[in-house]
């Protein structure tokens, strides 16, 4: 009997579903896979770094940035798909699209005109704050990425350019646990633009 890697299985505690999500819910399983995978390989990489398995902390870096950042990613093309029912315009740039989405979207619906239409068919309006986002250190954050030549999501995928070339040619150190700590922040804000998104859409 020939291999293959894509089974159905017969054990339901041993296998993935997928196909359940429709068009608004597209990226959210994605999101969420990609962010869960990363925490969890951070905390395993953290229990092996305690125990002295360097490499692990060396190694598991690679995913662990690139699950979080195309995290991110999803994130914000998730938003604009629940408000605008499109993709975001920016490719893989985290400033870019965070720029367009903040324009196109953010801005939006904090205008006086888009919550007078909301009010016309929600039954209970609330008004939501957005006092607690701070925009410009979300922006800074995303242009980390741009600052290591990220803006096509390949360099924790490949770390060699399209040249051949090493994207870190010298020695750098990631702390883990600033770095999902930040991350939190980072989906924190994220999250809670989405639920208003959700909400002030949904009748």
Same mark, same amino acid.
């Given at each position: 009997?020939?291999?293959?890697?894509?089974?159905?299985?017969?054990?339901?505690?041993?296998?993935?579903?997928?196909?359940?999500?429709?068009? @608004?819910?597209?990226?959210? *399983?994605?999101?969420?896979?990609?962010?869960?995978?990363?925490?969890?390989?951070? =905390?395993?990489?953290?229990?092996? *770094?305690?125990?002295?398995? /360097?490499?692990?902390?060396?190694?598991?870096?690679?995913?662990?940035?690139?699950?979080?950042?195309?995290?991110?990613?999803?994130?914000?093309?998730? /938003?604009?798909?629940?408000?605008?029912?499109?993709?975001?315009?920016?490719?893989?740039?985290?400033?870019?699209?965070?720029?367009?989405?903040?324009?196109?979207?953010?801005?939006?619906?904090?205008?006086?005109?888009?919550?007078?239409?909301?009010?016309?068919?929600?039954?209970?309006?609330?008004?939501?704050?957005?006092?607690?986002?701070?925009? *410009?250190?979300?922006?800074?954050?995303?242009?980390?990425?741009?600052?290591?030549?990220?803006?096509?999501?390949?360099?924790?995928?490949?770390?060699?350019?399209?040249?051949?070339?090493?994207?870190?040619?010298?020695?750098?150190?990631?702390?883990?646990?600033?770095?999902?700590?930040?991350? =939190?922040?980072?989906?924190?804000?994220? @999250?809670?633009?989405?639920?208003?998104?959700?909400?002030?859409?949904?009748?």
């Amino acid at each position: 009997m020939q291999r293959k890697l894509f089974i159905e299985g017969k054990n339901q505690r041993t296998r993935a579903y997928f196909g359940w999500q429709d068009k @608004d819910t597209a990226f959210y *399983g994605v999101k969420m896979g990609y962010k869960n995978a990363a925490d969890k390989l951070v =905390d395993d990489a953290i229990e092996s *770094g305690l125990t002295g398995a /360097i490499s692990t902390l060396d190694t598991f870096i690679f995913p662990i940035c690139f699950l979080y950042r195309n995290s991110i990613e999803v994130s914000l093309k998730g /938003i604009y798909m629940r408000y605008c029912g499109g993709l975001l315009k920016g490719g893989h740039d985290l400033v870019l699209l965070w720029n367009n989405l903040y324009n196109e979207v953010i801005l939006n619906i904090q205008d006086d005109k888009f919550l007078d239409e909301v009010k016309k068919y929600k039954k209970k309006f609330v008004l939501y704050s957005f006092n607690d986002i701070d925009y *410009g250190e979300i922006r800074a954050l995303f242009n980390e990425f741009n600052q290591i030549n990220d803006q096509k999501a390949d360099v924790f995928r490949y770390l060699l350019d399209k040249n051949g070339e090493l994207y870190f040619t010298d020695n750098k150190f990631i702390d883990y646990p600033n770095l999902k700590e930040t991350m =939190d922040y980072i989906y924190k804000a994220l @999250d809670y633009i989405y639920t208003v998104v959700d909400e002030y859409l949904s009748s």
